[in-house]
């Protein structure tokens, strides 16, 4: 009788054993990502590609602007592009992509897109230029912090606080966003 249930008690111990073996392990991913925080490049924002385990960022490499404009396009190999996708394309931010039918169908040497990202945080460019003007108004209420509002809206895309990181397809979201008139107005001013 004691055979019985050890047997099945053997039989219970190789089956969890081989449902855990068996059982696809989350792997880490790399992915790009965005702070409003200045960086140490002089831009009011730090470009990222990120490494990602289980929803927790477990690793950041800072990019300059231009890595990551090319690893996003696919020109460059990234671990955050391995198949070396057009990610502005894929994602739909306009501004950073050539139009489908361009006979040139090369790539854009930059993002202008990007040039708005410190609007999200400052309402007037932080940075005196040579002449002592500034650069120009940005969008936030606040002088150097997006105001509450803001922050609600800037919550949709993953950032709960003026300086963390907005990463992977939120942060592609909010680049094509940027672009939305609509969207702007409604950042700066509500609705």
């Not at 008690?9 to 702070?35: D, E, K, N, P, Y």
């Not at 501004?95 to 309402?123: I, V």
Request: aromatic share 10%.
């Amino acid at each position: 009788m004691a055979r019985g249930p050890l047997r099945l008690l053997a039989l219970l111990i190789v089956a969890g054993l081989w449902l855990r073996a068996s059982s696809v392990r989350a792997q880490a991913v790399h992915v790009f990502g965005m702070s409003l925080a200045t960086g140490q490049n002089g831009q009011l924002f730090t470009l990222f590609v990120v490494k990602v385990h289980e929803g927790q960022v477990i690793e950041s490499t800072p990019l300059s602007r231009e890595q990551f404009i090319r690893q996003a396009q696919g020109r460059t190999f990234s671990k955050a592009n391995p198949d070396a996708e057009d990610l502005f394309r894929k994602y739909g931010v306009a501004a950073c992509t050539l139009p489908e039918d361009s006979a040139a169908m090369g790539y854009l040497t930059d993002c202008p897109t990007l040039d708005n990202l410190w609007k999200l945080r400052f309402w007037e460019y932080p940075l005196a230029m040579v002449s002592g003007e500034r650069m120009g108004k940005g969008w936030s209420e606040k002088p150097t912090v997006p105001g509450d509002r803001q922050m609600l809206l800037l919550n949709g895309y993953g950032i709960e606080h003026p300086t963390d990181l907005c990463i992977g397809e939120d942060f592609f979201r909010l680049l094509r966003d940027m672009g939305d008139p609509d969207w702007v107005s409604n950042y700066r001013q509500g609705y």
